[in-house]
Every structure is written in C-alpha cells, then in structure tokens.
C-alpha cells in the first residue's frame, strides 16, 4: 500500500494535467451538434485507460459509446470482482456568459479545477483510475478484478446501459458496484450515500390559437396558452411546499426518527446554505428540514418554461403555444411511471376546455436504498477514513443515478456511493468545478478500497 500512496503523491501534478485535458472534451451528451465531441471523448478515455494498463474496448450503442476497461486479462475467478462505474458525458454548459472561464477550457484557480463535467463526473471516476494505475504501474498486486464501465449517457436517462448490462450479464458479474457520482457535505468530510433519489420527467405542451394572434385585435377573446399553462402548473404545489396531485404521497415511506435524529448531526447552516444557494429566502416542504427536503421528500420542479416571444424589447402576441418540462424527485417507495401516471391524470382533469393540453412522458428512475451496514459498505467507510482522516458521515442524496437499480436488478449487485464532489462544486451550474484535495483524496480513497472491500467480501471460514 505504501508504494501505492507514494506513485499516487508523486504523481499529483500529472494526473492533474490529464485530467484538464479529459475535461477539454465537449462531451454533452443532451446536443446531437456535440455527437462527434462525445465519441472523440470515449476515445480519448479508452485510449487513457489502455495506456493505464487496462484491456480496454468502446462499445458502440444506439445512442453514445460505453468505454469499458478491465484489470484481467482472463477472469480469475478465485478473486473478487467490482465495477467502478461513471459518466464521461456532461451537461450543457449554458448559459456560456456566465462562465468566468470558458466550460472546455479548464483552468486552476486556488486548488479548484473549472470546468463543465469537472465534478460531474470526470474528476470522480478519474481519481479512482489512477489508484488503479498506482497499482498496476508499481506492481503492486491488486487483491481482486475491477472492470470500469464508462458511460456517455447518464446525463439523458443512461437508456442504453440497461440492454447492455443485460448482454453482457456474465462478464459483468461481480460482487459490488463502486460510483463516485455523489457528493460529500464538506471538505474533509467524507461520506457514503445510502439513498438517492428517483426521478419522473414530462413535459406540457398547451396548445392554444392555432398561430401566435394580435394580442390587441384578439387578446381577451381567446385563451392565453402561457397564461393557462401558468395556472396549471399553480396548481401542483401549495404554498407550504406540499404537492398536490392526488396520490402523489401514498407510497412515500417516512423517516424513522433515528434517521432524523442523523440528519440533525450533519453538518449544516441555515444562513450559509441559503448564501450558497444565492436565493432570498429558503423554500421547502413545511414540517421537514432543509436536508430532509432535499433528499428524503418528493418534490415537483420545472426545469424549463418556454412561451411567445424571448427576444429583444416587446412583441404583442397572444402565443400560439406554451410549454413545460418538469421532473418528479421520488423517495422510496413511489413508482416513476405510477407517478407520471397520477400527474397526468390530475392535469388532464384540470385543464380547461380552452386550450389543448399534450402530455409526453421522458426519462424514469426507481429512488435507491440501500444499507449501509453491509459488511462492503463498512469496507468502504474504513477506505474513507483512511483517505481524508476523518470519520465519515452517512448521508441521503437527492440527485438521481439511474443506473444503481438496474445494477441490482441484472447483476443483483448493490452500490457503494463514494461521493467526491463538495457542495459548492456547481454541479449543473455555471462555473463548475472540483476541488483537487477531494481528486487526491478519491486516490487514496480508491487506493485504499480495494484490499479493504475484497475482504469484506471473501467468504469467511464459518460461512458467514
Ligand atoms: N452526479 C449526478 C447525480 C448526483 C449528484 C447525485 C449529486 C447525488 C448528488 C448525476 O450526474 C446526475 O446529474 N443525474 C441526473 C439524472 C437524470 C438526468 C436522470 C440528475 O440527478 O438530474
Ligand atoms: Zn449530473
């Protein structure tokens, strides 16, 4: 282990420049124009995972290549076997004018990396493939297989990982997965995710005058499609945060109290999270604190509200049509399509006669759950001590990684979520980033997991 740690120090300064230029890549993954950027990014990981020491092959797909990359050359089966899974696509970066820095250019400012997909998830999983390196490139030998299964699709729904999991089933079979797509509450901070959340998408689409009117010949004659779009949309929430579709809550499992009483532990301060946040005033499901809102309760966001004229000074318009993308945040135990199911019941019921309400169900994920005594998920927390010296905290996310409940439903495997990204990292935002002491950390961490996790997963003399 010394030997690992030690190539991992000694080679701080040129796992830093490789990762500036993995993040150069436009690899995002929502804009058919950036299509060629995402597969030259496959490439370029491929290529890097190669040269790492890694049997290493990009599968194509219907939609964006998966890079897949392996420690055996041939399965030994005497030894454990994890996958470490990530994403290299990324999100779109606009809006570009506020990047102070632009989002392909990286560049290092106070020991922070800048730049689109710098956290979200480049800079996690790449940590975990130089302590993989550290092993490889000092001879140290590894005391089980890793496979790296590198994804271009995790930001649009990952709708083409599931059929190839499911092909590939055998050579995938292993006895954990490891991700690193989440976050830690500070730094220095480390902690294991134990739930995220799951995920409904829809989007409205209000039809109302057949083209854009007049809005002084015609206006006040004939529905508004934004207006009408607006007081439906009203109607979902009511002013204590409580979302009112019914039978929206029915499956929500509670939180026990000891969970509370674990959440009230974290570290968390009313005044500074609202500061990070940048919004007058915190909102949230009454009843529930700002933790337990953002990541144990269900919520409904509009992602995107488009109607009539954007551009430049007035256009006086009655729109010809209004439209809304929103997502469902799911807890345990709601159902993603049971819950697009109930939303569109509900709007089609209140829609007035006066317009023409189209509903199209996206992309759905089950919310995750998962224990963190298992004897694997204590391995992890003794990795992540050792890595950043402190004790780590058990948390709920309220981000979604789709993919954990297909892992556990075609490999039967559960996921460890070792998260590396700090709450001001600006994942999806302008200006995101990565803190290079979590990226020396996620090392070490890597470097520290996988004698840690092979033993928790050995069996024991007694069985058990
Ligand atoms: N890395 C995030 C998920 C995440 C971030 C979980 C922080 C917990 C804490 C991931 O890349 C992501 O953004 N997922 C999407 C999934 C969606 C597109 C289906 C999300 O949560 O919006
Ligand atoms: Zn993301």
Redesign the pocket.
Known sequence: MKKVLTYLKSNQTRFVGELAEYLKFPSVSAQPKHSKDVKSCANWLANHCRVIGLKTKVVSTAGHPIVVATTFVKRNSKLPHFLVYG?YDV?PPEPLDLWKTPPFQPRIVDGQIYARGA???KG?HFAHLKAVESYLKTGTPLPCEITFVIEGE?????EQLEPFLERNSSALACDAVVIS???MPGKGRPAL?YA??G?A?LELLVHGPAKDLHSGIYGGSVENPAMALCVLLAKLRDARGRILVPGFYDRVVLLSRLERRQFSRLPFDAASFQKLLGSPKLFGESGFTSNEQRSARPTIEINGLTSGYQGEGSKTIVPAWARAKL?C?LVPDQRPAEIAKLLKQFLRKICPPTVRLVVSQG???EPYLVSPESRAARAALHALKSAFGSEPYLIR??????IVNQFKRVLGVESL?L?L?LPDDN??SPNEKFDLDCFFGGMRMGAHLWPELAEAVRPSVNGR
């Open positions: 994403h999100q956290s979200d998830n996690q995790e930001e649009v729904g990952s797509d989440t976050g995710t995220l959340r995920i998408a997502t945040r992309h759905g994920a996310e309220g981000g979604s990684i789709p979520l998260g990204a994942l999806h």
